[in-house]
């Protein structure tokens, strides 16, 4: 079976300065990777997703994620944060055809001015 | 125009009791879940329906039964609800049933049991 580790569970950044959120996953099969927000109160958006080539994933709101294979890591940045990208992060691993997926139990980044 | 909606998105009710949340796509998927979050944020999916049909029940109690009328609703329906049950539930979709297909979400559905 898949899991993900998420291993920060709080990162607190100043507004304009870059950050990353560690992902890390584990499965003996291909999978997979996705990372989504939450804004308070609400459901979740999908950031970006790698399903295969290029291991650089460009998202929306600037945010990119790099698919490292030999270390099964998949970390979010981001170069330079806003206050509005205060939220929480989910990191997400499926396998390869059907499968739902498995979430990590999240990172909120916290960005004050 | 919500592309995955929800109701009711607050729920507040007694130990016992038992309810239902709604849940509709205007997407035209085919493929619609039922995610709990709970009070740690974690989320765990519960269904996954395929045309109507269950693919996918992640050892959920019997106490919760979803039922999909059509392709574009899936209901939760919840009998003699416990504490335990209070959690956010999170109704998604997505087109086909390939993993890789993004998964759309409602704002969720916070369900307070007291």
């Known amino acids: 079976a898949q899991s993900v580790t998420q291993l920060d569970s709080q990162v607190p950044v100043f507004e304009e300065a870059p950050v990353e959120l560690r992902c890390n996953y584990s499965?003996?099969?291909?999978?997979?990777l996705f990372w989504y927000v939450q804004y308070p109160n609400q459901g979740l958006q999908l950031l970006l997703k790698?399903?295969?080539?290029?291991?650089l994933v460009k998202g929306i709101n600037g945010f990119e994620a790099e698919f490292n294979k030999s270390q099964t890591s998949f970390h979010l940045r981001k170069p330079s944060v806003h206050i509005s990208d205060t939220a929480e992060y989910f990191c997400?691993?499926?396998?390869?055809?059907?499968?739902?997926?498995?979430f990590g139990k999240g990172t909120m980044l916290l960005v004050s001015p | 125009d919500t592309a995955v909606s929800q109701t009711p998105k607050y729920l507040v009710t007694q130990m016992g009791n038992d309810k239902s949340i709604k849940c509709e796509q205007n997407l035209g998927h085919d493929t619609m879940y039922w995610y709990k979050q709970d009070s740690k944020k974690f989320l765990k999916i519960m269904f996954s329906y395929n045309n109507k049909e269950l693919i996918i029940n992640e050892t959920v109690p019997n106490r919760f039964s979803p039922k999909s009328p059509d392709k574009a609703h899936l209901n939760l329906h919840i009998n003699s609800l416990e504490l335990g049950d209070s959690a956010v539930y999170f109704c998604?979709?997505?087109?086909?049933?390939?993993?890789?297909?993004?998964?759309?979400f409602g704002e969720g559905s916070w369900l307070t049991v007291v």
């Open positions: 499965s003996s099969v291909s999978v997979y």
């Open positions: 998604a979709s997505s087109q086909g049933s390939d993993s890789g297909n993004t998964i759309y």
């Open positions: 790698y399903l295969s080539g290029s291991t």
């Open positions: 997400a691993v499926s396998l390869r055809g059907y499968s739902t997926l498995t």
